[in-house]
């Protein structure tokens, strides 16, 4: 069974300030996405990554994909107020188009 | 490009009486997912449709839950009988074949379901 983990769940951190989540998943897939979330909203796609080493940058967001070590990381560098949200990290099963979701990473920038 | 479209936006309803959900997926998707949405259980995928023929049912929670895909454009997700425990946002979503995974699936707004 595949399962997705993220951490931290919650990070609190100051304006201009960098900082990565992690996202490890137990069983081999090369299709990783990020998908971020506003309070009561629908979720949004951020990056698609589609091989190990794939990298994808976005404003002050930034993510990659390790498919050995099946690790992805999203990096945010130098925080603003509007990056305030719950970002989600999601694996495609066996290249089924089915997710598995990460529990969620819920970021607060601090003006 | 209209989106996924789900209906109703919020509903709230008595234990005990039926509920159903509807989505309009994007033109042109091929697949199309149902998830719920709880602070305690996170985002969990309920059943997924391909071409409209339901593909992997294993997250549905029980026989009270069912989902339909009559047609291309057109899907529901019913609860009978509701129970407070059904509370959540559910979210319908679509996504193209696209090649190697390269299309995201996208969501609709959600339902915000409560069940007194």
């Known amino acids: 069974e595949l399962k997705v983990e993220q951490n931290p769940l919650f990070l609190s951190m100051q304006e201009g300030k960098n900082y990565t989540i992690y996202c490890n998943y137990s069983t081999t897939s090369d299709r990783l996405y990020w998908y971020r979330q506003d309070p009561g909203k629908s979720l949004e796609s951020l990056f698609v990554l589609l091989s190990n080493g794939a990298v994808k940058q976005e404003g002050r967001l930034m993510a990659s994909l390790d498919t050995k070590a099946r690790l992805s990381t999203l990096h945010i560098t130098a925080a603003v107020h509007d990056l305030s949200a719950t970002y989600f990290c999601a694996v495609d099963y066996a290249g089924t188009y089915k997710y598995i979701f990460g529990t969620g990473t819920r970021l607060k920038v601090l003006a | 490009d209209a989106g996924v479209i789900q209906s109703p936006r919020h509903e709230v309803t008595e234990m005990g009486q039926e509920v159903t959900l509807r989505c309009k997926p994007i033109?042109?998707?091929?697949?199309l997912f149902w998830y719920r949405q709880t602070m305690m259980r996170g985002l969990e995928l309920l059943i997924y449709f391909n071409n409209n023929v339901p593909i992997d049912d294993s997250g549905m929670p029980e026989d009270r839950f069912s989902a339909k895909m009559p047609n291309a454009s057109f899907s529901t997700l019913k609860i009978q009988p509701s129970e407070p425990r059904d509370s959540a946002v559910y979210f319908c979503?679509?996504?193209?074949?696209?090649?190697?995974?390269?299309?995201?699936?996208?969501f609709g707004d959600g339902t915000r379901l409560s069940i007194l």
């Open positions: 033109s042109g998707h091929d697949y």
């Open positions: 979503a679509s996504s193209p074949r696209g090649r190697g995974g390269n299309q995201p699936q996208h």
